[in-house]
């Protein structure tokens, strides 16, 4: 084939934020827009990590991913890369495409390594004509690109001037199999089987078919329209005998049937529905737009995301086999609560505190210093990828329910999802945590609110008082890097009190419109006795100290948060 140089403009704003590029879709859809961006990352790498290479590529299946997989085919063609690994029909979960990275660089002939991949998604966010579109890449172990990476990339987006395209003609996607334009290949895989052979090897399997198959146990697992649709039904029924009406809303579309694709309290409203309605199942989960989000339900009772992780890990060593030979290590984002700090401290286990985002992540596990980690945002996961994996946390807690009923029989009591959680509390005392959006704010009002909160922490000296909580301290935290030693500033202003206490403020990187300021909130109880207390009543007078002191609704004339988990 030949290569055509298509002269192109720059076009402002291509920076990724806390996870990828992600704009409406009508951002995207301008003349090179996308062509652009690719291009700029290519021109980004080192020639060696792509020229001859393999890349892989896919998607949540939302709209425009058709259109963008061909577009990024091109220009890889055109760059050099020797082949491209597909997910049938554009699909590939993000933790897939971090699954399928790993596995082709392992096993495939050393000269032809996976180098890294594309996810064609905006995740959590809405998807449609008039919604969201999002591109994220991933590096050679599988992990989101670092800043160093995505910092060039946006620069080379400001002064790109023409991109490569190979003039061959869009690729069927619908098929697996093979094809080849000159010494350029193209191949069509299946999106699960990867992905699923891995899950085989991390967990027990025969464990969770022993779970799913009891008449006492009912599970429902609602894939919100978006990519686990698509792997669900190979794993949870297929595979591990769970009743094919156990999933819900089981089939990929392009706009998550006008849905909110994101696994929380207020966008999972079915699903939550049923977990707290009359004789609802004993378990229910749910995953975001393009898979590596979870939420964990018992009946009548929510998992926090911050308790989910530290409970993996409390029980990951008796329950799931990959962490039989140990755990290396733990580590939570800065606002996720330090429930999981606790676990660390009783483990006897290094632990870390990163900003948000899952890229912090990768550097820890890839030198061996951290095993599971997790996000207050429904972010669970471990070092078996480098990405966050819903369906992973989903069958940890399968897991941990199965290991504690293998004495039960069928028809006594079963061990349930918030007997663990209420276990855990009596063992390690309860993080009470919560967190509050307030989404597409304006984004003068938001930034004036950030810049009060900043001048606020440089008066702050230890000791000051906030009504009943003496502080601490309080900064913008900034995170040095133990393996490679870079910087992350200006990560989120919090306020740490001297009983635990914890109130952090951030902007949101992941939105498309305005800005998203979000307030976290966190009380650490270890009185047994209150541990029954609903979340936002035991946090209510440091939630109103938060926003008199943030004065948000003076900055930003809301009310009402728009989320509240
Ligand atoms: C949010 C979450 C963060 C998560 C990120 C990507 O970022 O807070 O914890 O890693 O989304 O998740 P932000 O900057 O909007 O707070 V996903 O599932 O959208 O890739
Ligand atoms: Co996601």
């Not at 890449?137 to 946006?154: L, V």
Request: aromatic share 10%.
């Amino acid at each position: 084939f030949s290569i055509k140089m298509v002269p192109t403009k720059p076009y402002d704003g291509q920076k990724t934020g806390t996870s990828g590029l992600r704009k409406k879709v009508k951002v995207f859809m301008q003349e090179n827009y996308l062509a652009n961006w690719i291009q700029a990352l290519f021109n980004s790498l080192p020639t060696e990590d792509y020229v001859n290479g393999v890349l892989v590529l896919g998607g949540d299946g939302r709209y425009f991913n058709k259109e963008a997989a061909q577009t990024i085919i091109k220009i890889a063609a055109a760059n050099g890369v020797a082949k491209i690994l597909v997910g049938q029909d554009g699909i590939l979960s993000t933790p897939a495409v971090s699954a399928v990275i790993r596995k082709r660089k392992a096993s495939f002939c050393i000269s032809f390594p996976a180098n890294g991949g594309f996810i064609m998604s905006a995740s959590h966010n809405p998807g449609g004509p008039d919604y969201d579109w999002g591109i994220k890449f991933n590096y050679s172990s599988g992990q989101p690109a670092p800043e160093s990476i995505t910092d060039k990339i946006y620069g080379n987006t400001l002064s790109i001037s023409e991109i490569k395209m190979a003039t061959i003609p869009d690729v069927d996607l619908s098929c697996v199999g093979v094809t080849k334009f000159g010494n350029f290949v193209v191949e069509v895989v299946d999106p699960v089987a990867d992905y699923m052979e891995l899950l085989e090897s991390v967990f027990d399997f025969q464990l969770i078919r022993s779970l799913l198959s009891r008449s006492d146990f009912r599970f429902t697992f609602d894939a919100m329209h978006a990519v686990t649709g698509a792997y669900a039904k190979p794993i949870f029924v297929e595979k591990l005998g769970a009743s094919p009406e156990s999933i819900t809303n089981g089939v990929p579309l392009e706009d998550f049937g006008h849905g909110h694709p994101d696994p929380n309290l207020t966008y999972a409203k079915d699903l939550v529905d049923i977990m707290y309605g009359e004789n609802g199942p004993d378990f229910g989960a749910a995953s975001d737009g393009d898979g590596d989000r979870n939420m964990i339900l018992g009946r009548s009772f929510f998992v926090t995301p911050s308790d989910s992780v530290a409970i993996i890990a409390a029980n990951a060593l008796e329950a799931i086999p990959y962490f039989r030979d140990g755990i290396k290590g733990l580590a939570r984002s800065m606002p996720t609560s330090g429930a999981l700090d606790r676990v660390a401290e009783k483990l006897k286990l290094p632990f870390f505190e990163v900003p948000t985002g899952w890229k912090f992540f990768g550097n820890l596990m890839d030198s061996g210093k951290l095993s599971i980690c997790g996000e207050e945002s429904f972010g669970t996961g471990s070092d078996h990828i480098r990405e966050k994996d819903g369906i992973w946390a989903v069958l940890a807690w399968m897991s941990i329910i199965a290991y504690r009923n293998k004495e039960t029989k069928s028809g006594e009591r079963l061990v349930s999802v918030s007997d663990v959680v209420k276990e855990y509390w009596a063992t390690y005392g309860r993080n009470f945590f919560s967190r509050y959006d307030y989404e597409e704010c304006e984004s003068e009002g938001a930034n004036k609110m950030v810049d009060h909160l900043r001048d606020l922490i440089s008066k702050s000296r230890e000791g000051d008082r906030y009504g009943e909580y003496v502080l601490r301290f309080a900064d913008d935290f900034s995170y040095t890097d133990p393996v490679d030693g870079s910087v992350a500033s200006k990560q989120g202003v919090h306020f740490v009190f001297t009983d635990g206490s914890r109130i952090i403020f951030r902007l949101s990187g992941t939105g498309s419109a305005g800005a998203t300021i979000r307030v976290y909130i966190e009380q650490f109880e270890p009185d047994a006795s209150k541990h029954d207390l609903d979340a936002q009543i035991a946090l209510k007078p440091l939630i109103d100290l938060a926003l008199s002191i943030s004065k948000l609704k003076d900055f930003t004339g809301r009310e009402k948060p728009t989320v509240i988990t």
